[in-house]
C-alpha cells in the first residue's frame, strides 16, 4: 500500500527488525503534548517480539503558520526524546506529512499514512499476521498495554482484529471540572450505546474509539486499508473489520484517551467536548431506550422471516422497514439462505452498523425522543436485573465494570 502523490519525509526510519510484530500508529496534529503519549508507550513492560511505534505529524495546504509551528516543535522535541530513550525491541520512527489535500487532510488519512507505512513494513518481513494498532496522540496507557495486546493475539490466532478498553479521566486537575462532567456523561453514552446494542442482540456490539483498537496486516490490507475520513474514520473502518467474524475485544489493559476540547474533528470526543461547555449543558441527552427494546423483538423474531411472509413487529420497525424497502430486500436474503440461521446471518449484514445507527434516528425523529443519558442507562441496568445509580459517576463505573469483566 503506497502514498506515492504525498509529500512525506520519514525520520528515525530503519530497518525493520524480523521479529517485528507490532507497529502502533500515532496521528499527530498541532499536538503539544506528543511525548507524553510517546513516554506512556515507552514505559510499557517489555514484549517478547519487536514493537514500532510510528508517529505521522500532519498538516494541510491550507494549515496556519501556529499549526506548522507546533507540528514542526512536536517533531524536533519527539526526535530529541527519542534519541535519548532507545531500549531493546521498541524503536520510534516519524512521517513527517506536509500540504496534504485541504479536501482529505485530517484523522482518518493520517492513520492511513501510518497504517499503511505500517502494512508494507510487516509485510516486508513476511508477517502478514503481525498486529497495526491505532492510539493518540493525547493518549496514554497501562504499563502492560503493548505486552497485553501481544499476548491477547497470541492466544487468539483466529483474531481478525480487537477494541481495546479504554477509561476517560473523570477527576483530576488537569482539566476544569465542566470538562470531567462532560466526559462523563459521553462515556457513559458511548458504553449504554455499546450495551444496549447487545441486550438487541446485534453480533456487531463493540466499541469503536480510534485510540483503542487493533486490526492483523493481511486484514487491513485485504479490506481496503484506512479511510480518509476526517472523523467517524475508526467505525467506518472498523465496519468492514467486524462483520468478518472473529472480531475480539482486549480488557486485561486500559488506554486513557484524552477529554480535551477540540475543533480538529467535526464530530468525536473533543468536538462533544466543545459543544458540552459552549452550551453550558447539565445532562447529555442519548437514544431512548424503547428504540433498542423494539429492534429487539424484531431480531429475537426475524428467523421466522425465512418462511413466514407477516410476524408480529412494533410500528416503529415496520415503519422503517417500508421506508428502506425491506420488501425487496428480503426477497434476495431469502433466495440466498440455506436455513434459517444462515437467513439471520444474512439479515445482520443488510441490517448493519449503520443501518442500524439509522433506525435509531428514525426512532428519535418518529416515535421515541431521546433521553437523558442517566435514564436511559437506568432502565438498561433494570431491564437485565442489574442495580441501578443515583448519579452519573456511580452509573458509569457500574458500566464500565459491566463492560469489562465480560
Request: aromatic content about 12%.
Amino acid at each position: 500500500m503506497t502514498n506515492n502523490n504525498l509529500l512525506l519525509q520519514h525520520h528515525n526510519n530503519i530497518s525493520i527488525p524480523p521479529s517485528t510484530t507490532i507497529i502502533v500508529v500515532i496521528p499527530c496534529y498541532n499536538e503539544p503534548n506528543l511525548v507524553k503519549s510517546l513516554k506512556s508507550l515507552y514505559d510499557c513492560e517489555p514484549t517478547q517480539t519487536n514493537v514500532e511505534v510510528i508517529t505521522v505529524i500532519n498538516s494541510s495546504e491550507a494549515d496556519l503558520k501556529e499549526v506548522l509551528e507546533q507540528n514542526q516543535y512536536s517533531l524536533n522535541e519527539a526526535l530529541a526524546w527519542s534519541s535519548n530513550h532507545q531500549r531493546d525491541k521498541i524503536h520510534f520512527s516519524f512521517i513527517e506529512a506536509t500540504e496534504l489535500p485541504k479536501k482529505d487532510a485530517g484523522v482518518g488519512l493520517a492513520r492511513k499514512i501510518g497504517m499503511d507505512k505500517a502494512y508494507n513494513r510487516l509485510a516486508s518481513i513476511g508477517n502478514k499476521d503481525g498486529i497495526i494498532v491505532c492510539f493518540d496522540a493525547d493518549a496514554t496507557c497501562a504499563k502492560n498495554y503493548l505486552s497485553a495486546i501481544e499476548s491477547h493475539f497470541n492466544q487468539h490466532p483466529k483474531s481478525v482484529g480487537c477494541s481495546i478498553y479504554y477509561e476517560h479521566p473523570i477527576d483530576g486537575n488537569e482539566f476544569p471540572q465542566q470538562i470531567y462532567d462532560g466526559i462523563i456523561q459521553y462515556e457513559l453514552h458511548l458504553r449504554y450505546y455499546k450495551e444496549a446494542l447487545h441486550y438487541a442482540g446485534l453480533p456487531y456490539a463493540f466499541h469503536t474509539v480510534g485510540s483503542s483498537m487493533a486490526v492483523r496486516a493481511a486484514i487491513y490490507h485485504k479490506q481496503g486499508g484506512m479511510n480518509k475520513r476526517k472523523a467517524g474514520e475508526d467505525f467506518y473502518f472498523l465496519q468492514k473489520v467486524i462483520p468478518l467474524g472473529n472480531f475480539t475485544e482486549i480488557n486485561t489493559t486500559t488506554v486513557f484517551p484524552s477529554p480535551r476540547i477540540s475543533e480538529r474533528v467535526p464530530f468525536g470526543t473533543g468536538r462533544a467536548m466543545q459543544q458540552w461547555t459552549n452550551n453550558n449543558d447539565e445532562t447529555l441527552f442519548t437514544y431512548n431506550f424503547n428504540s433498542f427494546k423494539e429492534l429487539k423483538i424484531f431480531f429475537d423474531t426475524s428467523e421466522l422471516l425465512f418462511s413466514d411472509d407477516e410476524i408480529p413487529l412494533p410500528k416503529s420497525v415496520l415503519a422503517f422497514l417500508k421506508e428502506n424497502d425491506f420488501e425487496s430486500n428480503l426477497k434476495k436474503i431469502r433466495a440466498n439462505a440455506t436455513n434459517s440461521k444462515h437467513f439471520k446471518e444474512l439479515l445482520f449484514k443488510w441490517f448493519n452498523a449503520f443501518k442500524t445507527l439509522k433506525f435509531l434516528h428514525f426512532c428519535r425523529d418518529y416515535f421515541h425522543q431521546n433521553q437523558p443519558i442517566n435514564e436511559a442507562a437506568n432502565v438498561l441496568l433494570k431491564t437485565i436485573n442489574l442495580e441501578e445509580q443515583e448519579s452519573m459517576k456511580d452509573l458509569l463505573l457500574k458500566y464500565r465494570n459491566l463492560q469489562i469483566t465480560k
